[in-house]
């Protein structure tokens, strides 16, 4: 069976999460227990400006903080963008906060 909400994948993480319906792609990994880089939230600062690798995207403010060149180029702005389908994004800093949390405490290091 199949998840009625849209998908959104973060790699290079590997995680996949659902995208309630108006919530952002930041907001959605945010519930889901994940740290994206954000500052301000609302389309301006590009703080969190990544790579859109596969799907569509809407934006809820009417001019986020890109041009169209990097629109063309596949750049998103996650804290404003709400899928229009399944989607997956590229932040190489994208931290599982649940992982991080329990290797920070007392993890043991690997053998080799
Ligand atoms: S957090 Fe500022 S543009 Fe996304």
């Known amino acids: 069976m199949t998840s009625p909400l849209p998908c959104l994948r ?6 996949e999460l659902p995208v309630a319906p108006r919530q952002s792609l930041l907001e959605a ?3 889901a227990g994940l740290w994206l880089p954000r500052s301000c939230r609302n389309g301006t600062c590009r703080a969190c400006l ?4 596969a799907g569509a995207v809407s934006y809820r403010v009417e001019w986020p903080g890109l041009s169209a060149e990097e629109r ?3 750049w998103v702005l996650p ?3 709400e899928p229009l389908g399944d989607v997956t994004i590229e932040q190489p800093k994208a931290l599982d ?5 329990s290797s920070s405490s007392g993890d043991a290091a690997s053998a080799s």
Not at 50 to 53: E, K, Q, V
């Open 10 to 15: 973060i790699e290079p993480l590997g995680r």
């Open 29 to 31: 990994a945010q519930a």
């Open 50 to 53: 990544c790579r859109l690798r």
């Open 72 to 74: 063309a180029e596949g």
């Open 79 to 81: 804290c404003v963008a």
């Open 97 to 101: 906060q649940r992982i991080s949390a």
